[in-house]
């Protein structure tokens, strides 16, 4: 959405860690949510943050800054089937164009 | 058994026919939605229905009619079809209607080439 921006595109090595960063411009602020996109598939819900902080999920973790209308995707451990499109949206239901992550061996 | 189905799953057509794409869920929710992706991989909402009531409606060319049945299905007919309509349309599904927690499931997708 227009309201939302993401990098494009982010490369990283297997193991290591990447962070996805999103910031949103959302009147009426009720939740940010982040999903994976694997290349020609469905995007798949991952996290939802709605309270200031880091929400961890096993390797994925989500954190949230409401003040500064920021959020970012935290990917540990990183394994190849971790490429995919990374889509940040908010509540309004409104994507972010996506952060393509590619892991390299 | 698949939660979100959509069918069919590749569309080819030519320009100014009229197609239909159809949707359910099997889910209990009570909001469908169908969202276009681009070339770009820009996924766009276009249509959200809440127990079969029009709650969103994008700015979408009226060539694009949904029509919902009943909570469980949501279909997408476009009209006199274009080059630009080319592009993998998903249907979704959520418990509710978007105050919160909304959690959308995704069928498949819907891959549209137009000729």
């Known amino acids: 959405g227009q309201n939302i921006d993401q990098p494009t595109e982010m490369t990283a090595t297997e193991g290591a860690i990447v962070q996805i960063n999103c910031t949103y411009q959302?009147?009426?602020?009720?939740?940010l949510f982040w999903y994976q996109q694997h290349a020609g598939e469905a995007p798949t819900f991952l996290s939802y943050n709605v309270l200031d902080g880091l929400e961890e999920k096993g390797r994925f973790s989500s954190f949230l800054s409401r003040s500064k209308g920021y959020s970012y995707l935290l990917l540990k451990e990183l394994q190849m089937k971790d490429s995919a499109s990374y889509l940040c949206a908010d509540y309004k239901l409104s994507f972010g164009a996506g952060t393509t992550v590619t892991v390299r061996a | 058994d698949t939660a979100v189905s959509q069918t069919p799953k590749y569309l080819v057509t030519q320009m100014g026919n009229d197609k239909s794409i159809k949707c359910e869920q099997n889910l209990g929710h009570d909001t469908m939605y169908w969202y276009k992706q681009d070339s770009k991989k820009f996924l766009k909402i276009m249509f959200s229905y809440n127990n079969k009531e029009l709650i969103i409606n994008e700015t979408v060319p009226n060539r694009f009619s949904p029509k919902s049945p009943d909570k469980a299905h949501l279909n997408l007919h476009i009209n006199s079809l274009e080059l630009g309509d080319s592009a993998v349309y998903f249907c979704a599904s959520s418990q509710d209607a978007g105050s919160g927690a909304n959690v959308l499931t995704f069928g498949a997708g819907s891959r549209l080439t137009v000729l």
């Open positions: 959302t009147s009426g602020f009720n939740g």
